[in-house]
Each structure stands twice: as structure tokens, then as C-alpha cells.
T-cell receptor
Framework: QVELHESGPGLVKASETLSLSCTVS????????WSWIRQPPGKGLEWIAY???????KYSPSLSSRTTISLDTSKNQVSLKLYSVTAADTAVYYC????????????WGQGTMITVSS | EIVLTQSPATLSLSPGERATLSCRAS??????LAWYQQKLGQPPRLLIY???NRAAGIPARFSGSGSGTDFTLTISSLQPEDFAVYYC??????????FGQGTNVEVK
């Protein structure tokens, strides 16, 4: 059974770069779409980006100019960088697996809370 | 970008009652529509994929229907553990993948 575990700094200063990683255990990164999704406190879910082992990446248009997603198959990790953060980026950030048989997110990490301070 | 509109925002029901949640898409997503349940402090859990298919381990009281732009999640008889927030999500032809704003199913 695959497990996802996100890690991040917890607190980041405005205008700096947020770096997150997601370690996948119990499964390979291959042939899967891996996404980052975030949820501001008390609000709904927002898809940020996906990466596929083929090298394909896609981004939400609202965040594409300051986001980079990548896969490290040697470490079984999915990474996200969000540049020039503001208070609006304060959220729980989730890593999720998109099952290509279901075309839905069938595995999620517990999430990591990120607070942007001014 | 495809916008998903869920209604109602809040549904107040008693255990044993039937819950009907709606999700409307701003353009057709065929049947590339999923439903998730989220409890406080937990990640979302996949309930329904392909508009009408229950995910592994999901009880039969959960069912989904619809295609194109109109979708419904039905919980036939609410159990105490079903009180939560429910989100729909579309996986159309092109990103971004989007979520509805959620329906909070609360105890009446």
C-alpha cells in the first residue's frame, strides 16, 4: 500500500521561496501523475501542478509563473518550489497520487501546514 | 478553466436520513468527475470516481450519478461517521483540474 509523506519548513517569510518534498513509500513513481494540492485554512482545495515520470508537467495557470514541480526517482520523491510567496500562500499542502485507471486522486499524504509570515 | 459549483453549501440532516449533494460543471467533463470526503484535520478520501464508481472500501450507501455537466452524490442513510465536507473534482481534457467549493453535511 502506497504511503505519501510531505515535509516542509512550517514557516516561510514573505517574498522567499517555499520548498516542499513528498516521499513516496510502498510504490514507484513510474507511470503515475503526482500532484500538489493546497488548502488554505477553512477553505477549499486548489490543484497546483502535476508531474509524470515521462517528464510531463502541468501547472495551474494562476500559479504557473512561480511554481516548479519535479520528480526524483532515485529518492522516490516529488518536490514543489513556490517562489515569491505571500500571505495568500498560507495553506496545508498535500501531495497526491492520481491513479490513471481511475483518473482520480486515490492516495494522499497527511499534508504539511505552511505559514507565510510578513 | 472549468468551474464546479456545489449545492447546497450546507446540508443539515439527521442520522438515517438520505443526503443528496449536487455538483454542476461550467462545461462538459464527460464522466471525469470524482467525489471526496474530508473530515477535520484529515486529507480528502476518494469516494467516487468516473462519476459513478465507488472507490475501494467505500460502503454501498455512497453512490454517484451524472455525466456532462450535472452530477449527484447520494448517501442513502447517513451514518454518524458520514458527517463531513464533500468535494467534487473534475479531470477534464486540459488542466487545471478543479474542485468544487464543498458541501458541509452537518448534524441537524
Amino acid at each position: 500500500q502506497v504511503e505519501l509523506h510531505e515535509s516542509g519548513p512550517g514557516l516561510v517569510k514573505a517574498s522567499e521561496t517555499l520548498s516542499l518534498s513528498c516521499t513516496v513509500s510502498g510504490g514507484s513513481l513510474s507511470n503515475i501523475f503526482w500532484s500538489w494540492i493546497r488548502q488554505p485554512p477553512g477553505k477549499g482545495l486548489e490543484w497546483i501542478a502535476y508531474a509524470h515520470s515521462s517528464g510531463s508537467t502541468k501547472y495551474s495557470p494562476s500559479l504557473s509563473s512561480r511554481t516548479t514541480i519535479s520528480l526524483d526517482t532515485s529518492k522516490n520523491q516529488v518536490s514543489l518550489k513556490l517562489y515569491s510567496v505571500t500571505a495568500a500562500d498560507t495553506a496545508v499542502y498535500y501531495c497526491a497520487r492520481e491513479n490513471t485507471n481511475l483518473w482520480a486522486f486515490d492516495a494522499w499524504g497527511q499534508g504539511t501546514m505552511i505559514t507565510v509570515s510578513s | 478553466e472549468i468551474v464546479l459549483t456545489q449545492s447546497p453549501a450546507t446540508l443539515s440532516l439527521s442520522p438515517g436520513e438520505r443526503a443528496t449533494l449536487s455538483c454542476r460543471a461550467s462545461q462538459s467533463v464527460s464522466t471525469y468527475l470524482a467525489w471526496y470526503q474530508q473530515k477535520l484535520g484529515q486529507p480528502p478520501r476518494l469516494l467516487i470516481y468516473g462519476a459513478s464508481n465507488r472507490a475501494a472500501g467505500i460502503p454501498a450507501r455512497f453512490s454517484g450519478s451524472g455525466s456532462g455537466t450535472d452530477f449527484t452524490l447520494t448517501i442513502s442513510s447517513l451514518q454518524p461517521e458520514d458527517f463531513a465536507v464533500y468535494y467534487c473534482q473534475q479531470r477534464g481534457t486540459y488542466p487545471p483540474w478543479t474542485f468544487g467549493q464543498g458541501t458541509n453535511v452537518e448534524v441537524k
